[in-house]
């Protein structure tokens, strides 16, 4: 009793700290007022207003969403964007040839006329409202989830059909906590969008997918983008006549730098959090579903590892998708032993315990909320042996095998053929192109086959013989699975570069009968069908249930802890998180500064290296200590810094603002100590990784010799003075729910 009470005394002192520091949480606009006077007593001189506001310019009016799902901000009343490197990618790389690789060698424009168009939209945000009311009109509190929620859906059709369409202006009401919430979004299209910068991947890309997830970083994650507009300012489709959008607001740049403990916001759009989860949700991740999806990725990692130590050539062809890999392995690794290390599952029972305690003390709360943790915990160990066997299922299929992966993306373009050929027509070529030139450029099929081979023998073992169709079991255990890796990779087009080329140049008819007639299809999609049906159909049927469950674990939570703050888990909208320029102590007599350098760069050089090259130009500007106005007051060059910031993916490229609203910094990444955070935030270890604005407008001045953007921005060189004063800082009490 006294170590439950002792856990409990613990948690309590945690929520008190997170509120009191700002650590954790990802607010969204309406919070903002709420969640000020925390801000400004860890030292920000901005108010709510300043944030976000409806009647004039604020800080929200500067930071906009990338249509493939990054941040970025506006830098200049000319439409200038800072975002990512890695969220300029694909754009650069797609206006890149062999003649002008702008991803290996850099760009920069010497004037608007050679900005490059690219095929990337951004959105800006124009209304964040609540309609709860509206969406929730007649729809009962509880009953039947699949009825319930069709009401809702027939709600959300009938509300959005009042507003009449308009070009460029998307509407969506979006749910939150839970469900208990919904907001309606208004944003604005921008289509016309051209390249003005990039570093080479070199600086942008640097420490590759070896540092990713890493600390010490030394990335200079930064690309450049600007937004154009109609004479009008109003969003239009490409046009010559198109003129640099004028933003309502843009950030100005502070190279005044940052100090341990100085204030820190992050203003984006975060994807997916799952902050709420029970005890019974995370115990299943963190023992089952992690394990069970490294557990495939390592297998086909060793199998990549061994034949990239035989040739460099299978290296380069190798290392695309090896890193892919890799790349959640590591961070599974990491959520595990994040959850085990700061005993996640022991916390939520606690905070479980607490909770049914003040229930039981109330005969409302325990009518209306007595079932609830009872039935989630019964539906959890109901769903568990579907959820870990589909997170085999798809990291075999779906993840791992190049040739599996092959029939599960050609399974979409044969139903097209099969109910309209002329969506087959439209849709094929996007096909061919994706399938050839992305998927297999660098295919090796010896490697496959041995990834194949490996991870079907792992995956008869290890999935349920109920969730195996009998066939499928009888071909690989009879005929062997070697003799049946032979058959597809000799027959079958999906693991064949010229046979699957000829396949997607056929007719609509062709390739109906090629598909049904090839013998790896035949195989696969006898498992695969079998599996949806068996696994998928009543692990969606169990999770709807959940979803009802944790939509009345959510209202309860925030009526029984009043005094507890809650955000809504991220959903791709606009939030806003707050933190501190901290390091931290990943492990016993070890602390990482929040810091990196220059030198940490050359520490890490290694000459011809795809992860770790340095150009020349930079090492002679680091030899020089050509550092020009950008250098910090010790005279080092800051790279990246940390922060508490609570962020997850779609924050890539958000602008870190200092206590003033000025840009210090773009987000690029998190440590993998702190990667548990989307379900179980840590302040000890969670930290957002930003690359250092001085960093940034240093490469773009001294390394690309781009005056013209640097002479574009407006740019403070020593911090403001003081504005707000103790008595102006105010306490706002938490809402409630309705």
Not at 77 to 93: M, P, Q, R, S
Not at 521 to 542: C, E, G, T, W, Y
Not at 704 to 717: F, H, M, S, T, V
Request: glycine share 6%.
């Amino acid at each position: 009793m006294k170590k439950l009470l002792s856990i409990v005394w613990i948690l309590l002192i945690s929520w008190n700290l997170q509120a009191q520091e700002g650590e954790g949480g990802m607010w969204i606009p309406p919070e903002i007022e709420m969640m000020v006077p925390d801000m400004q007593k860890m030292g920000m001189q901005m108010t709510a207003e300043d944030i976000w506001s409806n009647d004039k310019p604020s800080l929200r009016d500067a930071v906009i969403q990338l249509g493939n799902g990054c941040t970025g901000e506006f830098v200049s009343d000319k439409g200038l964007v800072f975002t990512n490197h890695h969220c300029g990618y694909d754009a650069i790389a797609s206006v890149s040839t062999t003649e002008h690789n702008y991803l290996r060698d850099g760009f920069w424009a010497k004037s608007f006329e050679e900005e490059i168009p690219v095929d990337l939209s951004i959105y800006i945000i124009n209304e964040f409202k609540d309609v709860t009311d509206i969406i929730l009109k007649d729809v009962p509190e509880t009953g039947d989830p699949a009825q319930r929620q069709s009401m809702i859906d027939k709600n959300i059709a009938a509300y959005l059909k009042q507003f009449p369409k308009e070009k460029f202006v998307h509407r969506q009401v979006k749910p939150f906590f839970k469900g208990n919430k919904y907001y309606l979004i208004v944003k604005t299209e921008y289509p016309d969008v051209r390249l003005v910068g990039t570093p080479p991947e070199s600086i942008g890309k640097f420490g590759g997918d070896t540092d990713n997830w890493m600390w010490p970083r030394h990335t200079g994650d930064f690309s450049i983008f600007r937004v154009y507009a109609g004479p009008d300012n109003k969003p239009a489709e490409y046009s010559k006549k198109n003129v640099p959008f004028k933003p309502a607001r843009y950030l100005k740049i502070s190279l005044a730098g940052v100090a341990p403990d100085d204030f820190t916001l992050i203003m984006g759009f975060p994807g997916s959090t799952n902050e709420y989860l029970t005890s019974y949700a995370v115990k299943q991740i963190q023992d089952l579903r992690d394990p069970a999806r490294v557990g495939v990725r390592e297998k086909s990692l060793n199998v990549m590892s061994e034949y990239m130590k035989k040739s460099e050539e299978l290296k380069l062809k190798l290392s695309s998708k090896f890193a892919g890999l890799a790349n959640y392995w590591k961070f599974w690794i990491g959520e595990s032993k994040g959850l085990k290390k700061f005993k996640a599952v022991e916390a939520k029972q606690a905070y479980e315990k607490e909770f049914t305690k003040r229930i039981n003390r109330n005969e409302v709360w325990k009518r209306k909320y007595g079932d609830v943790l009872p039935r989630l915990k019964k539906l959890y160990l109901e769903i568990e042996k579907y959820r870990v066997a589909a997170d085999v299922h798809r990291e075999v299929f779906y993840r791992n095998i190049d040739a599996t992966l092959n029939y599960a993306i050609l399974k979409g373009l044969y139903r097209v053929a099969k109910a309209d050929k002329k969506q087959y027509q439209a849709l094929y070529k996007r096909y061919k192109d994706y399938l050839l030139n992305d998927l297999m450029k660098n295919y090796v099929k010896e490697v496959d086959r041995d990834i194949f081979v490996l991870l079907m023998k792992h995956y008869l073992e290890v999935i349920p013989g109920e969730f195996i169709h009998p066939e499928f079991k009888k071909a690989l255990e009879e005929k062997g699975v070697e003799a049946v890796a032979d058959e597809i990779y000799n027959k079958s087009f999906l693991a064949d570069s010229e046979k699957l080329e000829k396949v997607l140049s056929k007719n609509p008819k062709k390739f109906i009968q090629a598909f049904e007639n090839d013998p790896g299809v035949r195989l696969i999609s006898l498992q695969d069908d079998f599996f949806n049906m068996k696994v998928m159909k009543p692990m969606h049927a169990l999770q709807a249930q959940i979803n009802e469950w944790m939509r009345l674990y959510m209202k309860a939570q925030m009526e029984v802890f009043p005094e507890k703050k809650f955000f809504p888990d991220a959903n791709s909208t606009m939030r806003v998180s707050y933190g501190r320029v901290r390091g931290y102590r990943p492990r016993d007599a070890v602390y990482y500064k929040p810091f990196t350098h220059l030198y940490g760069v050359m520490e890490k050089y290694i000459p011809g290296d795809p992860e770790f090259d340095v150009p020349p130009k930079l090492i002679s500007l680091y030899e020089k200590r050509d550092y020009g106005p950008y250098k910090n007051i010790d005279g080092t060059m800051v790279v990246d810094f940390l922060a508490t910031n609570h962020i997850t993916g779609g924050n890539s490229g958000s602008p870190t603002v200092d206590a003033y609203g000025n840009l210090i910094g773009l987000a690029f990444d998190g440590v993998w100590e702190g990667v548990m955070e989307d379900i179980y935030y840590r302040p000890e270890v969670a930290r957002s990784i930003i690359v250092d604005i001085r960093y940034v407008l240093f490469i773009i001045d001294k390394y690309g010799n781009a005056k013209r953007i640097i002479d574009e921005l407006d740019i403070i060189k020593k911090k403001p003075k003081t504005k707000l004063k103790k008595k102006d800082v105010k306490r706002v009490p938490a809402p409630q729910m309705n």
